[in-house]
């Protein structure tokens, strides 16, 4: 997950062929912690133990988009590469299984290891911002399924830069420190120079979501709670006078119709919606044709350029996303797919409200942001569909769904740690 987070596209497309290093970790770590998780149950004893329950929805979505694949008309490693992206769903089953026994360090650790990630992301995208020559004069390597290393993907990247200046905001409430707030400072310069409409509404999201938990939730001396409330005026006049004179806020505003376009950029996004909408119209209705608006055409179709959709989206003859997760997922899984994906959101968002009721942990911040930051890229980019994308998010929401179901069920006080007094000798959560 750390490697989505910290190298963003480039990172996690190191790999040899259809094999990435992500899909090595994955199976890894799903071969220490499944037998883990067993063992544990079957052998009983005291203290807290891994869990074997899992959501409905999430085991609805799973379950289902595992059958369609095996039922599928399509066997041939391109299909499964189609299925992959969904079958990171697994991860949140996983960390389902080990969570419940991880005490608060692990969690502590966790959070550790995520931070060097993102200050990583920071630093790389930083040097990628200010010396594009840099990146032009990068390896284009193989291994990196051609992926030139260095490149920005603004979308994504804008999206890891909201959650790492919402951790910074987190902790300059919460702790205090010029350095976090020189971090959110910097964290926000660097996505005010980002064209991407979605990574912009990313950020904007994480970002305002943290500014009223510190605020609202967390137990803050008076002096300071009362200058982040004194601050929210200047902060909504700050985005409305700003949003307009950031690249990807003058192209959200431009693509509104709020405001004539300003330059080729705003011009650019104008034209490209157009072409998404043009072509999710042609996905839409190929669907329909095929008769399969409730199941899919399964993995392995290539429906973009079946339904006459590549050409509106640029003509890329590799593009395998309608550049909307939920179109997509309409077209390989139907209209039962996308409705499932649709509950598990809706159970992510009760969830949230649980775990935010009360003051939270760090890991239980990221985890509250998260699913739902990469879910506005998702629907107008190829986010969920890649592994930088799909692992974090559902990473993060098996850690949302068991922190709220452990709370419900008492057997976690709301600062993250369990209520037993028993500490566990089970290794660290991994993040990796």
Known sequence: MCLGLGASKWGSHLGLGPLFLTDVLLGCAAARIAPMGLGARLRGGPGPRPSLRVPATLALFVG??????????HYSL??????VPYGYAIIAVLIGIRLPSASAGDRERSVALIDRALVFHLCWVTVAALVPSVVDSAPQLAAFGGVQVFRVRTDIDMAILG???????????TVGGRRYIAGITWCVGLGATMNSR???????FSLGVTYLLVTLRQPLVVRRRLGLVALAP????????????????SKLTAGLGLTTPKSTTDQNGINTARGRSEAWSDVTAWTAEQHAQVFGVGFGPNFLADAGALAPLGGDPALRSPHNYFIGTYARLGGFGVGLFVLLLVRLARDAV??????LDELGLLATLAPFALVWTAAFGVIL???FGAVPFFWFAGVLMTDARRLRAGQLDRAGRRRSPVEDRVPVLSAA
């Open 78 to 83: 391109t299909a499964v590469r189609d299925f």
């Open 234 to 249: 200047l902060i909504l006049a700050a985005v409305i006078l700003v949003l307009p004179l950031t690249v990807g806020g």
């Open 163 to 173: 959650l790492t200046g919402a951790l910074y905001l987190w902790r300059a409430a």
């Open 198 to 204: 979605a990574g912009f509404i990313s950020m904007v």
């Open 64 to 73: 289902y988009c595992s059958v369609r694949m095996l039922v599928g008309d």
């Open 354 to 359: 649980t775990v935010t009721r009360e003051p």
């Open 385 to 387: 569909e890649s592994p």
